[in-house]
């Protein structure tokens, strides 16, 4: 049963990688359309999550699928935003040069 929760968490991922591939393309109405999709299957693993729990090894899982989410939005972030990645190399000391 608890395989269906780690479905949600592919699902969002999925969603994910339509959003950045719409953002690369500049279709920020897709992107848009894809960010609701998302919202949608959060909640609905909000939900789910109150009585289903993950085993071990699907945590795990749940670990990797949440790291290439995240790496997702932060490229979609940036191209949304490029103003960002310059503001990113403020605070990134191994992106600064010492003089």
Not at 38 to 65: H, Y
């Amino acid at each position: 049963m608890s395989h269906r929760l780690l479905d949600y968490y592919k699902a969002i991922e999925d969603a994910s990688v339509r959003m950045l591939d719409a953002a690369r393309r500049e279709d920020w109405d897709e992107v848009v359309r894809c960010e609701g999709a998302c919202a949608v299957l959060i909640e609905q693993l909000r939900f789910k999550g109150r009585s289903e729990k993950l085993e071990r090894t699907e945590r795990a899982e749940k670990a990797r699928i949440m790291q290439r989410i995240l790496r997702n939005d932060a490229e979609i972030r940036v191209l949304a935003e490029p103003w960002l990645s310059d503001v990113a190399e403020l605070f990134d000391p191994r992106l600064q040069t010492m003089h």
